[in-house]
């Protein structure tokens, strides 16, 4: 029986985000796959970080998607993502053209940037 493909999502609550989840969500749902959604956060933004996750959570179970959910602390989600990618085997990482902004904690447009230089599996960019 062949595995579940693995999709990671990278989410700051942005809009952007949002659309890259449920991008992923769609494939998942295609593919019979398992989505992992990772938040990195800055010290002090924990209550942020735990926010994002809920609503991610949430569009899963509505969806009944198997998946996991991960907080990082951490200053670049683009390594984050990268490494995840890698030590835990992903078929593919999905993530928003761009995020909140250098005030928030995950800064899409240099994100998706370097997710796409730095991965070693398939990169799906979603814009809209």
């Given at each position: 029986?062949?595995?579940?493909?693995?999709?990671?999502?990278?989410?700051?609550?942005?809009?952007?985000?949002?659309?890259?989840?449920?991008?992923?969500?769609?494939?998942?749902?295609?593919?019979?796959?398992?989505?992992?959604?990772?938040?990195?956060?800055?010290?002090?933004?924990?209550?942020?970080?735990?926010k994002i996750q809920l609503k991610a959570k949430q569009?899963?179970?509505?969806?009944?998607?198997?998946?996991?959910?991960?907080?990082?602390?951490?200053?670049?989600?683009?390594?984050?993502?990268?490494?995840?990618?890698?030590?835990?085997?992903?078929?593919?990482?999905?993530?928003?053209?761009?995020?909140?902004?250098?005030?928030?904690?995950?800064?899409?447009?240099?994100?998706?940037?370097?997710?796409?230089?730095?991965?070693?599996?398939?990169?799906?960019?979603?814009?809209?």
């Open positions: 029986m062949k595995e579940k493909m693995k999709i990671l999502v990278g989410v700051d609550g942005s809009d952007y985000s949002t659309w890259a989840l449920m991008e992923a969500i769609s494939i998942a749902k295609k593919f019979s796959g398992h989505i992992k959604v990772i938040t990195v956060y800055k010290r002090g933004h924990m209550d942020e970080a735990t569009l899963l179970e509505e969806e009944r998607i198997d998946s996991s959910l991960s907080s990082i602390l951490g200053s670049n989600p683009s390594r984050a993502l990268v490494d995840t990618a890698k030590n835990e085997k992903f078929d593919l990482i999905v993530v928003g053209s761009r995020g909140l902004g250098s005030a928030a904690a995950f800064l899409l447009g240099s994100v998706s940037k370097q997710v796409v230089s730095k991965a070693s599996c398939d990169v799906l960019v979603v814009k809209k």
